[in-house]
């Protein structure tokens, strides 16, 4: 009996189902906070140190003119105003030809024979021509311009001049040309694209747009009695009536100096103003301009 006892007890000490074993509390996590920088006091402006100073805005012309402007209207190119063009530039004088206005200036064997008019007048002749806004402000190809006494353009279609250079540093440096006393010239298209606002195409409803602006505050036409264009000048006019027009007839140039004028040639500039119509200007008139 008591054997029994003892064998019934331990079996009720030891033979139950397993305990679970506790679950583990991992101990908590603590991240450490940086300290905080040590405040340190904003420094005082100083004064000693040379700050950039902005690039000026380039210089535009404005009359009275430093330099010298010629305009010719088409037809035939005479001696005498080469000749004068040439004298102003000097016998040593650098010119840049601008040919770019004619469709025949794409040829490289026309490009070539371009210079010989001009060798025996000037000192040194280069001759500069793209139709890629992007090539006429590469600095290579604005060397010749950066160093030139004279610049010529020649003619054609002034929308060919005005989409290749208008918008670039070409003309930033025809401007710095007639500031540094030297003279722009252009025949036909190379003259109406001399003005700000220009007359591309069109008579006698002009489409207008903008040139190189070394003639301010005007707008000049060319072959102007020849194709009879003065209802498209007095049609611009209308449209600005601040400026003054000036109509240049074929085989006929018109001198800019200062604020003075020469007509040279063989027919006639005409004034024009939109309130007060169209007066001819006879070759060797001199006078006030614009």
Not at 113 to 134: A, S, Y
Not at 169 to 188: N, P, T
Not at 250 to 256: G, K, N
Request: with cysteine; hydrophobic share 40%.
């Amino acid at each position: 009996m008591r054997r029994a006892i003892i064998v019934v007890m331990a079996c009720g000490l030891g033979c139950g189902a397993p305990q679970p074993e506790p679950a583990r509390v991992d101990p908590p996590v603590i991240e450490e906070v940086p300290e905080p920088a040590p405040h340190e006091p904003t420094p005082p402006p100083r004064f000693d140190i040379p700050r950039p100073v902005p690039p000026a805005p380039p210089r535009r012309v404005s009359f009275p003119l430093a330099g010298t402007v010629l305009a010719h209207g088409g037809g035939p190119l005479r001696a005498d105003v080469i000749q004068r063009f040439c004298r102003v530039c000097g016998p040593s004088g650098r010119l840049v030809l601008i040919p770019t206005a004619a469709e025949g200036a794409d040829s490289p064997a026309t490009l070539e024979k371009l210079p010989k008019r001009w060798l025996d007048r000037v000192g040194r002749v280069d001759v500069l021509h793209t139709l890629d806004p992007e090539r006429a402000n590469e600095p290579e190809f604005l060397a010749p311009l950066r160093d030139a006494d004279c610049v010529w353009f020649g003619g054609g279609a002034q929308g060919r001049l005005r989409d290749a250079y208008v918008d670039t540093d070409v003309k930033e440096a025809l401007h710095a040309v007639l500031l540094r006393g030297g003279i722009v010239g252009g025949y036909s298209a190379g003259a109406a694209i001399l003005s700000d606002v220009i007359i591309r195409r069109g008579n006698p409803d002009p489409v207008e747009d903008v040139g190189f602006g070394v003639l301010p505050g005007v707008i000049v036409d060319q072959h102007f009695l020849a194709k009879e264009r003065e209802p498209r000048l007095l049609t611009m006019l209308s449209r600005h009536p601040e400026r003054i027009g000036y109509g240049i007839d074929e085989d006929t140039a018109i001198l800019v100096h200062g604020s003075t004028y020469e007509v040279i040639g063989n027919s006639v500039v005409r004034r024009c103003e939109h309130a007060k119509g169209c007066k001819s200007l006879e070759a060797g008139a001199k006078g006030s301009f614009p």
